[in-house]
């Protein structure tokens, strides 16, 4: 399936991943959004947590939640590159993980049910802003799923107070609310990421909640610790 000069690997917490040594890495986003999302689903009770990964990478998000979470899960992981979609199924398969991934396009995918749960790390930085790199193209720049799209696929695919979770670079919250909520998805919970408790936040992790009309509630910030 690979060459062995291909993959590197990475341990965290008690999971072991493989990554392409020339494609965009995971990094703190990944994880304090995964975080974020089982802080917040651990207190909802569902008979069962039906979610949708839109975006897999190399699978690390969809790998921490099917430990992080409680009860019983069905989980299900969309990547459009093919390349990380075979690494996603290769480190579901080796971390023990019972997660469908799916490689293609979330724009034209029509699936025969209906998710509670919506969690992505999309691409985050506009078409135009900054030079484009072949290394992390798509992971870094909306070239096939913008914001706009994302909120939009997220609402049609959620049940009634279904969730979607994300996480956006700080500089984007403005467009990142509006566009949520003008598809009915209420933003609910917000916090906000930071590398010291001097610095400013890099990126916040953001919950919405689909035809509800909860107050948005900042939850205290996250401060990394080296």
Request: hydrophobic residues 40%.
């Amino acid at each position: 399936m690979f060459q062995e000069y291909e993959l590197e690997e990475t341990k965290i917490f008690d999971v072991s991943i493989f990554q392409l040594k020339d494609k965009w890495k995971f990094s703190d986003d990944s994880i304090f959004l995964a975080k974020f999302t089982a802080e917040i689903e651990n207190k909802i009770e569902d008979k069962k947590k039906k979610l949708l990964e839109i975006g897999s990478g190399c699978g690390i998000i969809t790998i921490l939640l099917s430990r992080w979470l409680k009860g019983e899960k069905f989980l299900v992981s969309v990547e459009i590159d093919k390349k990380m979609a075979l690494v996603s199924g290769l480190n579901y398969k080796n971390n023990n993980v019972k997660a469908h991934i799916i490689c293609g396009d979330i724009k034209q995918i029509n699936f025969k049910q209906k998710f509670n749960i919506v969690v992505s790390n999309p691409p985050y930085l506009p078409r135009g802003e900054g030079k484009i790199s072949k290394k992390s193209d798509i992971a870094k720049w909306e070239i096939h799923l913008d914001l706009k799209t994302l909120a939009k696929i997220s609402s049609n695919i959620l049940e009634k107070e279904g969730r979607v979770y994300v996480v956006y670079p700080s500089f984007r919250l403005g467009e990142v609310l509006s566009n949520f909520y003008k598809v009915g998805l209420k933003p609910v919970f917000l916090k906000f990421f930071h590398h010291s408790p001097l610095s400013k936040s890099d990126f916040f992790a953001l919950m919405c909640q689909k035809d509800v009309k909860h107050k948005t509630e900042v939850l205290p910030p996250f401060f990394k610790v080296e």
